[in-house]
């Protein structure tokens, strides 16, 4: 493997990213120099790059803790492909496989070794613990240490033991969900008490936020998946199973790859479903909530809601699948008056107590209230969960089609007094008939049309009335009396409206929003903006699932979405550029670049070189040598300058009150602009010194960069900053 010694270098030639996000770089720094740390990102937010980096550098094995073999399975494959030694143990391994592993681990064979928790705990996987040497503890998915959530695991809570057994080891923990209870959970149960905290907020940037009052829920979801999402992967989630059935069927004779999954269908054709969904392209994959676990496909462009989920937290956990790999995805729910009664009638028929039902209650109202909004969503969304809203995100239904509002003081007051005339027993349709006089069959039996606001409200449509009254729901103003049918009735805010002590402020709905408008004119697509440009990216596409299938992996392990639309952006026209590109690192270059390369270069000879392509993006080349300063920095000239005096690192770094190892990445740039000598900054004595010389020559025929590999083979004598320097004054005496 191909790799060097800093975490922006691993970033760059095994992962093929540019540069860090948010705070994964100080996260990673925190790691390395051995401190405990608790990583707070959203989904898709690159919590794995924080305990991989740290793996593949610190000496050992870094250890992860993860509850879902599906993810481990995901990760590891992923790794591999760019050449770090990985594996997972867990229970769907054979005893040959398993063995093997083992017999790895404590000969120093592996970077990353994802375990189940209940395998960790077992004696006999502590005792091979007590072989290994360990790098750090990561324990993913912490907040199933926590009673709070829904994903509560008991063996996580066993995990204190990692502290105990293993003292000098640093231990990560990481969560997507982060409410304060949780947090607090994960640090008492995990013992993390001195660790560092790297949160960042929940938002999700690069999705779009849209809700949709419902007309006709299938045809609104065809047009939605045509005009944006068609040929991609999504998730449309319903409430029941039967629902789930008719979706999915209905999608499909309408031409559009969809597959059922709840828990009915039999385990392994649910099985074989969502495996087709992780592994082919542009499945919709039509679930109720049972779906999700353990699903992290980073290419999901949608994630659509034919009811409303059941709280906020829901919302927010269903619709985050959406776009794990930080390109534009839509979350995208159409709900009307129905689906409000069907949900307060799940909550009061469940066998749940009142105590519980009632916060039920509260959290629907919660979401229901935030499906009615008329301002920025995501700034709703971000304050409900006690974040930092920002300014007005540009990128929800809200924002970009500013919802009007009206005093709706009167319209509600006859809205009302209508369920009032007509006996409290009657649901929304009824009641628009009568406000609107309609004499249906029904008004002339119930003498309706006899009623004082039967034709009071022919100012608004049947439509305009049903979004009077769900409005109206939504916002707690009237009840919906499941017993009877959907009966609206009325309750003290109801009266507190018609006898005119409080104001009601309605929204518009929005028009449809036709094709043209939502043409993805104001963000970056996730497709190629030109035909010619699809061409090839579905050329790309091709290739990619052929060589994931050779493999048997997901085509999103051997290079993501993004890699392919680089590709087609920037159009690379040698291997040496490839790893200019998203995700491309020495490894995946080595190991693909003939095949990217065969089909750019077919692609150019069919259809030529468009001249609007751009330039490619700066990037530090995959394999070394990493480029070099062009001068020294303030700080390490000055550490230059003591070193001349002082004549040693410790000395140097006791000046500064800086830690050595700082010191020594200060004298190493110095090293390499032929400042210092490298050899003298080390400080060992010649034999040493051609030791770690004759090493580092001989990994490097081998074109292995790495200073893990050098570092053990040297016996761990000599530390990585004396072996960075003398391999930067042998390759300076060399040039
Ligand atoms: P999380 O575990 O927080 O949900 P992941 O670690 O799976 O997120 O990362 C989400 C996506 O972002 C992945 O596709 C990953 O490869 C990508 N990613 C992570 N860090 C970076 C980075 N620094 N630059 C570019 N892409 C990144
Ligand atoms: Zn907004």
Redesign the pocket.
Same mark, same amino acid.
């Given at each position: 493997m191909s790799e060097t010694s800093s975490p922006l270098s691993i970033?760059n030639s095994v $992962?093929g $990213? &540019?540069? $860090? &996000?948010g705070l994964?770089r100080e996260a990673i720094d925190h790691v390395l120099a051995g401190g405990d740390g608790l990583v707070l990102?959203?989904? @898709? +937010? @690159?919590?794995?790059?924080c305990y991989q980096i740290p793996s593949i550098l610190r000496p050992g094995t870094g250890i992860i803790v993860s509850p879902l073999i599906a993810l481990m399975q995901d990760q590891v494959q992923g790794l591999r492909q760019m050449g770090v030694r990985a594996a997972c143990l867990n229970s769907s391994l054979s005893w040959e496989e398993a063995r093997h592993i083992e017999e790895a681990l404590p000969q120093g064979g592996l970077d990353i070794l994802y375990v189940a928790p209940e395998r960790l705990l077992q004696s006999r996987f502590q005792d091979l613990l007590s072989r290994t040497r360990i790098g750090l503890f990561a324990i993913d998915e912490a907040h199933c240490v926590s009673q709070w959530g829904h994903d509560f695991r008991p063996e996580y809570t066993q995990l204190t033991v990692l502290k105990e057994q293993f003292p000098g080891v640093p231990r990560l923990a990481?969560t997507?969900t982060a409410d304060t209870p949780t947090r607090a959970d994960i640090i008492r149960n995990l013992n993390l008490e001195s660790a560092r905290t790297f949160a960042t907020g929940f938002d999700r940037p690069n999705i779009r936020y849209t809700v949709v009052p419902k007309q006709n829920a299938h045809s609104q979801l065809q047009r939605f998946i045509r005009d944006n999402h068609l040929g991609e992967s999504g998730i449309v989630y319903r409430l029941s199973r039967k629902k789930v059935e008719q979706t999915a069927q209905w999608l499909q004779d309408q031409g559009i790859p969809a597959l059922p999954y709840h828990a009915g269908i039999p385990s392994h054709l649910r099985a074989a479903n969502q495996d087709r969904f992780m592994n082919e392209e542009g499945i919709v994959m039509v679930a109720t909530i049972a779906f999700g676990m353990g699903v992290?496909k980073?290419n999901i462009r949608f994630v659509a809601h034919l009811e409303p989920p059941k709280s906020m937290e829901a919302y927010y956990q269903e619709t985050g699948r959406a776009g &794990?790999? +930080?390109l534009p995805a839509d979350a995208w729910l159409t709900y009307g008056f129905g689906d409000v009664t069907l949900l307060r009638t799940m909550i009061k028929n469940s066998e749940a107590e009142e105590r519980q039902k009632r916060v039920e209650w509260m959290k629907l109202d919660a979401l229901l209230g935030f499906l009615e909004i008329s301002t920025c969503r995501r700034q709703a969304l971000l304050r409900y969960f006690g974040d930092d809203p920002g300014p007005e995100c540009n990128n929800c239904d809200t924002c970009l089609h500013p919802v009007q509002t009206w005093d709706g003081t009167i319209a509600a007051q006859k809205a009302l007094s209508n369920i009032f005339r007509t006996g409290a027993r009657f649901g929304v349709g009824h009641l628009t008939d009568v406000l609107t006089g309609s004499e249906t069959p029904t008004v002339l039996r119930w003498h309706h049309n006899h009623v004082s606001t039967f034709g009071i409200g022919t100012e608004l449509n049947k439509k305009g009335w049903t979004s009077v009254y769900r409005q109206l729901s939504a916002m707690g103003a009237l009840n919906v009396d499941v017993d009877s049918y959907g009966a609206l009735k009325l309750n003290h805010k109801s009266w507190a409206i018609m006898k005119g002590q409080e104001k009601c402020m309605l929204r518009h709905d929005p028009a449809p929003i036709s094709r043209s408008k939502t043409k993805r004119s104001s963000r970056s697509s996730t497709m190629p903006a030109t035909e010619e440009g699809r061409t090839l990216w579905e050329a790309l596409r091709s290739a990619r699932l052929k060589t994931a299938e050779a493999q048997g992996v997901p085509p999103y392990a051997i290079f993501?979405d &993004?890699t392919l639309l680089e590709l087609v952006e920037f159009r690379p026209e040698t291997l040496e550029q490839l790893p200019a590109i998203? +995700?491309i690192g020495a490894r995946k270059q080595e190991q693909y670049g003939p095949m990217i390369m065969t089909v750019l270069q077919s692609h150019t000879e069919n259809y030529g070189r468009p001249d609007t392509i751009q330039e490619l993006p700066d990037s530090l080349p995959a394999t070394p040598p990493p480029s070099e300063p062009k001068e020294l920095s303030d700080t390490a000239a000055l550490s230059l300058g003591l070193f001349r005096k002082k004549g040693s690192v410790a000395l140097v770094a006791e000046a500064r009150g800086l830690k050595e190892s700082t010191i020594y990445t200060h004298l190493e740039q110095a090293v390499e602009l032929g400042l210092v000598d490298g050899f003298e900054v080390t400080g060992l004595p010649m034999e040493d010194l051609k030791k770690i010389e004759t090493v580092l020559a001989d990994f490097e025929a081998k074109a292995i960069f790495a200073l893990k590999p050098i570092f053990e083979a040297l016996q761990e004598k000599y530390s990585y900053a004396a072996l960075r320097c003398v391999r930067a004054e042998r390759k300076k005496r060399n040039r």
């Open positions: 970033l $992962f $990213f &540019r540069e $860090f &996000r994964q990102m959203p989904t @898709g +937010g @690159g919590k794995s790059l990481l997507a992290d980073p &794990r790999d +930080g993501s &993004r998203h +995700g």
